[in-house]
């Protein structure tokens, strides 16, 4: 069975790009999460989409960070435009009950 | 809000040994997760638990959901290399919002 798909796996870019990272969830899955990680913060949720609405964005840090879901299989998490402080490791995961399953991540790197 | 506090913050321990973990938080949760990260990957769920008191193996992997469903700990019984990682606990409260609030993390070296 396909787990949780995100791509790129890793993305460097310049200060003031925009930045796009993709996730495909587990077929089946309602709900569907986006986190950032870093050595400071640890695991931080940044929005959760469920039926393909935006349910809680509370974690978005500011208005440079925008997600979207337009079907029940594909979600974008975007930056624009980006900042050296948004390097760290995006996660997406998905789930239909409380278990949620991780993608592999992308690993930002903004320069 | 909701907080889960995670222990230790890192182990490192002899191959063979044992290894206990555990999670408190100020409010009831419903439902206590256990997750393993390897380096380069996202986390993968270890074990899930449902019920006050309920105690679920997997493997080596033994996890308990505490009964005052405030706390969860998870034991490693002869550890191995490849049990090095980090273990985060997540926990699922009574709000019903689909979020899970996660601890901090255990780092787990292991020597062989």
């Known amino acids: 069975d396909a787990g949780v798909i995100q791509s790129p796996r890793h993305e460097v870019t310049e200060m003031g790009q925009e930045v796009t990272l993709r996730c495909k969830p587990i077929?089946?899955?309602?709900?569907l999460f986006w986190y950032r990680q870093t050595m400071m913060r640890g695991l931080e949720l940044l929005i959760y989409f469920n039926n393909n609405v935006p349910i809680d964005d509370s974690g978005m840090p500011e208005d440079r960070f925008s997600a979207k879901m337009p079907n029940a299989s594909f979600s974008t998490l975007k930056i624009q435009p980006s900042e050296p402080r948004d390097s760290a490791v995006y996660f997406c995961?998905?789930?239909?009950?409380?278990?949620?399953?991780f993608g592999d991540g992308t690993r930002l790197s903004i320069l | 809000g909701q907080q889960l506090n995670q222990s230790p913050q890192s182990m490192f321990i002899q191959e063979g040994e044992d290894v206990s973990m555990n999670c408190t938080s100020s409010?009831?949760?419903?439902?206590w997760l256990w997750y393993k990260q390897d380096p380069g990957e996202g986390p993968v769920l270890l074990i899930a638990l449902y019920k006050a008191g309920e105690l679920t193996s997997n493997g080596r992997l033994t996890a308990q959901f505490g009964i005052t469903r405030k706390d969860s700990f998870l034991n490693i019984s002869a550890s191995i290399p490849s049990d090095v990682g980090i273990y985060f606990c997540?926990?699922?409260?009574?709000?019903?919002?689909?979020?899970?609030?996660f601890g901090q993390g255990t780092t787990l070296q292991v020597k062989p």
């Open positions: 409010s009831i949760f419903n439902t």
């Open positions: 997540a926990g699922h409260g009574s709000s019903n919002t689909g979020k899970l609030i």
């Open positions: 077929s089946g899955h309602n709900s």
């Open positions: 995961a998905s789930s239909l009950s409380a278990q949620q399953h």
